[in-house]
């Protein structure tokens, strides 16, 4: 039986999501949920037929204290007879927290592939890699398999993705302390990989320049993430691992949309400022913008100026880049405009989209400056406070205008200006002023030429087949245990 400990959600969330998903959950008698249900439950999965980690209590009363948070229901089983067709309808997802071995008989696993199938999300927290090892459906959803691990210790992270919401929060560069897993396989090829582990920062890593260590991907008409953090107690108290998983769980239940497709759809991007130098890209007016090499950002300093791409005009395209405020300031990201050194050529021949935190609704984010506020209600939702990192996607068609923010989509604009013509122009981001801090990161762009459009969320990208697990080697883990073969810890 599910040992509830579902929480009353603490706001409603923004439904969203385009897979279709189980049906919701229904309040539980035993459950003791009072007042307002929450849109989402989760079930946390933690039965263990090999090692056990002693932070798998610590794991437990993290989730809870997030779906206290941010408005998502919670129970907990070891009991594999709760994987039913029936039962797992009730969830949103189900994290994989720390599993080990064969947890599952064929009949669970033949009702937990018809949940994914519907729709179901997955998360899987660290020791999940190391889990079922004999069941392919199970290996392409969890995406690669454990091999080996080294003692603990801190290693730096390289954050590939920023616009997924288990990432968004996170510089390019995470250090942090964990047990740092080897895998048999790399995920990449079939998945959307979020951050690698750095080899060199750390003793005992075995696959090269390329080490995933956590990722993304749509499975089977459901939604799977994984990440290979959570080995120590100490990972559920750190604030930004906290949130890690909450994009994860988040991503999975379908609150929170994201592109996943495997990296490989991400190769017509164009990267216009990677954080390595400004090259293509001009000033325009007063002021500056100023280049972090160490943590990949521009950042504005006084104005009022811009910062264009000078090097290529652009037709139809999707545009991506980061964002981040210090506080009440100003900024935007400008489209549109003909080639020119006066600022102002950008502000009457283009269109602004506008960064700031406090202002009328058409100038405020998410706006097109004096021409059309976002949707306030969905952009309120989205949007990550001062201080934090946030991500535009905007979408130039024609005369049309969409745009995205954190994967939520906020504005939907079509231009009647005949002096404003969206076909081709240059695009830019603003410095405001001397009162005014915004830095930016990871700006690319992506040709809509082409008929594919990797961006978009409807897209039903179809997972490849897993690749056979590799047997991993016998290891002792960090803490002084016997020799074991052929599983991890």
């Given amino acids: 039986m599910v040992k509830s400990t579902r929480l009353a959600a603490a706001a409603a969330v923004l439904a969203l999501g385009t897979a279709a998903l189980p049906a919701q959950a229904q309040p539980n008698e035993a459950s003791g949920t009072t007042g307002e249900q929450a849109e989402s439950t989760v079930l946390v999965f933690s039965k263990t037929a090999g090692f056990r980690h002693d932070s798998i209590p610590d794991g437990i009363a993290a989730i809870q204290e997030l779906g206290a948070e941010h408005g998502f229901a919670v129970e907990d089983t070891e009991d594999a007879a709760d994987f039913t067709a029936e039962n797992l309808a009730r969830y949103q997802a189900v994290v994989f927290l720390s599993t080990t071995g064969d947890v599952l008989n064929e009949e669970q696993q033949n009702a937990f592939e018809g949940y994914v199938e519907d729709g179901g999300g997955y998360v899987g927290v660290h020791a999940a890699a190391d889990t079922e090892y004999d069941w392919p459906f199970y290996g392409g959803l969890v995406g690669a398999y454990f091999d080996s691990h080294p003692h603990i210790q801190s290693a730096q992270i390289n954050v590939e993705d920023h616009d997924h919401p288990a990432t968004a929060h996170l510089d390019p560069t995470w250090e942090r302390t964990d047990e740092w897993y080897n895998y048999g396989t790399n995920p990449r090829d079939r998945a959307k990989v979020l951050a690698t582990l750095d080899e060199s920062s750390y003793q005992g890593g075995n696959m090269g320049e390329d080490h995933p260590i956590s990722w993304c991907q749509p499975y089977e008409g459901g939604r799977a993430f994984y ?263």
Wanted: glycine share 12%; net charge negative.
């Fill in 227 to 489: 990440t290979g953090g959570g080995h120590t107690k100490e990972s559920f108290t750190e604030p930004a691992f906290r949130q890690h998983l909450l994009g994860g769980i988040q991503y999975a239940t379908g609150e929170k949309e994201a592109d996943c497709s495997p990296d490989g759809a991400e190769e017509e991007w164009k990267q216009l400022f990677d954080g390595t130098g400004t090259d293509g890209w001009k000033q325009a007016g007063p002021g500056s913008f100023v280049l972090d090499e160490g943590e990949k950002t521009l950042t504005s300093v006084g104005g009022m100026g811009l910062l264009w791409y000078e090097a290529q005009e652009f037709g139809a395209y999707s545009l991506k880049l980061d964002w981040r405020m210090a506080g009440d300031d100003n900024s935007g990201v400008f489209v549109g405009f003909p080639a020119s050194d006066d600022p102002m050529d950008a502000v009457n021949q283009g269109y602004e989209i506008q960064i700031d935190a406090t202002d009328a609704e058409d100038r405020t984010t998410g706006a097109i400056y004096g021409f059309q506020s976002a949707d306030i209600e969905a952009r309120d939702a989205a949007l990550n406070p001062p201080g934090e990192w946030n991500s535009y996607e905007i979408r130039v068609e024609e005369d049309r205008i969409q745009i995205w923010l954190n994967d939520i989509k906020i504005n939907d604009f079509t231009s009647t200006d005949p002096d404003r013509d969206l076909t081709r122009g240059h695009i830019g981001i603003q410095n405001h002023g001397d009162e005014d801090e915004v830095a930016f990161r990871d700006i690319r762009i992506q040709d809509l030429g082409d008929p594919t459009d990797p961006t978009d969320p409807t897209d039903p990208t179809e997972p490849q087949d897993p690749t056979a697990p590799k047997e991993p080697t016998a290891h002792t883990d960090s803490t002084d245990r016997e020799p074991r073969v052929g599983r991890g810890d």
